[in-house]
């Protein structure tokens, strides 16, 4: 089992920035993904930006420009950098992280909310 305890959000005004971590202990393989979600009221869950255990990344295109993920592979942790925010950045902000192609661990989720 993988555990996942993210950190980082809270409220904030546009135009803001925010981090948030993610730290990942447990049964974690050399070779993974991780990233983040997030899920808005009445909305699904959409992508925002992956990470692969090499560092290439993946951006949604509403936050590219903006948001910069990262991650330290001896911490096992994964960080969002989330700048220029927007209201509509509002959401539930979900970490994940993907190994041995079927496994697939979700964070508790930390709360983003930027007011106009």
């Known amino acids: 089992q993988v555990q996942l305890v993210e950190s980082g959000g809270g409220l904030v005004q546009a135009g803001g920035s925010l981090r948030l971590s993610c730290a990942a202990s447990?049964?974690?393989?050399?070779?993974?993904?991780m990233g983040w979600y997030r899920q808005a009221p009445g909305k699904t869950r959409e992508l925002v930006a992956t990470i692969t255990d090499g560092g290439t990344t993946n951006y949604a295109d509403y936050v590219k420009g903006r948001f910069t993920i990262s991650r330290d592979n001896d911490k096992n942790t994964v960080y969002l950098q989330m700048n220029s925010l927007k209201p509509e950045d509002t959401a539930v902000y979900y970490c994940?992280?993907?190994?041995?192609?079927?496994?697939?661990?979700w964070g508790q989720g930390t709360q983003v909310t930027v007011s106009s």
């Open positions: 447990g049964s974690i393989v050399s070779f993974n993904a």
């Open positions: 994940n992280l993907r190994q041995l192609v079927i496994q697939q661990y």
